[in-house]
């Protein structure tokens, strides 16, 4: 008796050691930096489908979203990974890489799935309402939607920390409310608008229980 309790203390055999939580800090820093590693190869990514579009000619234009056609469905998602423009891109690029960032630190399949919805009820409100013969893309649309979502989703969680980042965010990027209306011709005010209301349906879609 006193061989086997001998050997099993000394070599570890017989017993299992509890494997001890990562430390909150450390969460924080794993997903700071998925976070941050989505959001950077999201933004080469436009980046570079923008480079190809010049490049060709402007050849990804035609992946654009023309209203009420319905093969022009199947373009409702790579239409918001494409630009008309340096400038276009440009605009868009340090607001999606800010609230791209804060999204994506509750997690990323959460983040995925939030995103997913946005760029679908954008996209399909665009073909639904943008005039005739014209030709919408561009990542305007999760960014509003990105904006209403972490607006509301603090709210939404009854969390005080998300609620504290939504108000932070109302604050810096509020003004962009005025592009959902239709002030400015050439601007797709449509987009914007359903882009924000796809952000609201995800943040109650995918709500975390407290």
């Known amino acids: 008796m006193s061989y086997g309790q001998g050997y099993g203390q000394g070599y570890g055999y017989g017993s299992a050691q509890p494997v001890p939580p990562a430390a909150p800090q450390q969460r924080r820093r794993d997903r700071a930096k998925a976070a941050g590693l989505v959001m950077a190869a999201w933004l080469g990514l436009l980046w570079l489908l923008e480079a190809v ?26 239409a918001a990974f494409l630009h008309f423009g340096w400038d276009h891109l ?83 990027y509020g003004s962009i409310l005025w592009g959902v209306l239709p002030t400015t011709d050439g601007i797709s005010w449509q987009g914007h608008l359903f882009g924000l209301v796809g952000g609201v349906v995800a943040a109650f879609a995918f709500r975390r229980e407290r």
Do not use: K, Q
Request: aromatic fraction near 8%.
């Open 90 to 172: 440009v605009a868009n690029s340090m607001p999606l890489l800010v609230l791209g960032f804060l999204a994506a630190l509750s997690g990323i399949r959460r983040f995925a799935a939030v995103v997913a919805t946005i760029v679908l009820v954008s996209g399909i409100g665009v073909w639904l309402t943008a005039p005739a013969y014209s030709v919408t893309a561009g990542a305007s649309g999760v960014v509003f939607g990105l904006f209403g979502y972490l607006l509301v989703r603090g709210f939404v969680d009854r969390r005080i920390g998300d609620v504290l980042v939504g108000l932070l965010v109302g604050a810096v």
């Open 53 to 78: 579009d010049v490049a060709s000619g402007h050849a990804l234009d035609t992946y654009g979203i023309s209203p009420r056609e319905l093969s022009e469905l199947r373009d409702v998602v790579p």
